[in-house]
């Protein structure tokens, strides 16, 4: 199958919130540029106010495109109008390079990658995410079937010291619940990811978690009603009532602005 299982990566430590806020922090992001996020995310979002990030890999030519039969024009204007209603689009670089036994051809397989072309990618995948949005300035970033390594040499540093990422987010599971802000590795934000069939109830219990432990906790989302790693869109639609019910307890915000609030806040 061409989306086959991602990865559980180490979580941070969990120790003391060391920020001001009475509210837990939850940041909904989604990953790969699916056409459910635009046919039934972004709409379900917006009719309840809140916002989300989305990391985007290239729109036309990708693999992800052709699989799922993306058109251009439409799909274009619809991510650049998400942009321009508060959404955040990040960077998950150009052609989504994963192992070459997740079903990936050789040719744009992680395998096949060199430092020098994957900072090429996310550098020109920047340059196509500004015409997207062109007002945002900071630039998060998320990598491809959470892997930060090509070959031996973990590339985290390397695009941040380049100044082509700011934050960055990487995988985990229903334990990564961020408290020790001071010392996370901003550029491996850990986050939990959604696999197929989750329940309402699951979704809600990691948010229940984060409230007690006072942190943040970041949903690593991708399809909604269809293709990979599926949610229901009914299932979806029942968290972000739920979420918009209880805004005393939890801000839900973008994923740069929870990095930009959480690393000011530090001391």
Not at 27 to 51: E, F, R
Not at 102 to 108: I, R
Not at 157 to 179: E, P, Q, Y
């Amino acid at each position: 199958m061409f989306w086959a299982a991602l990865f559980v990566l180490p979580t941070v430590a969990q120790t003391k919130k060391v920020d001001s806020s009475k509210r837990a922090i939850i940041c909904l992001t989604y990953d790969d540029a699916l056409t459910s996020q635009l046919t039934k995310v972004i709409p379900q979002l917006d009719s309840v106010g809140l916002k989300a990030t989305f990391f985007l890999p290239s729109i036309q030519g990708s693999p992800i495109s052709d699989v799922f039969g993306q058109t251009v024009e439409p799909v274009v204007a619809g991510w650049s109008n998400a942009a321009s209603n508060g959404h955040e689009i990040a960077n998950h670089t150009l052609f989504h390079p994963c192992p070459e036994k997740f079903g990936w051809p050789k040719d744009f397989a992680i395998e096949s990658y060199t430092i020098d072309r994957i900072v090429k990618e996310i550098s020109t995948q920047n340059i196509f995410l500004s015409l997207l949005d062109p007002t945002r300035k900071i630039r998060a970033f998320a990598y491809p079937c959470n892997n930060d390594l090509i070959g031996d040499t973990d590339y985290s540093k390397i695009i941040k010291d380049k100044g082509l990422v700011t934050f960055a987010r990487t995988g985990g599971d229903k334990n990564s619940i961020i408290t020790d802000f001071k010392n996370l590795n901003t550029m491996k934000v850990p986050s939990w990811l959604v696999m197929e069939g989750t329940t309402l109830d699951e979704l809600i219990e990691f948010a229940e978690k984060v409230k007690k432990a006072g942190g943040m906790g970041v949903y690593q989302f991708h399809g909604v009603g269809g293709e990979n790693f599926k949610i229901t869109s009914e299932t979806h639609r029942a968290f972000l009532d739920y979420l918009k019910a209880h805004q005393a307890d939890y801000w839900v915000t973008t994923f740069s602005e929870a990095m930009e609030f959480i690393t000011k806040k530090s001391p």
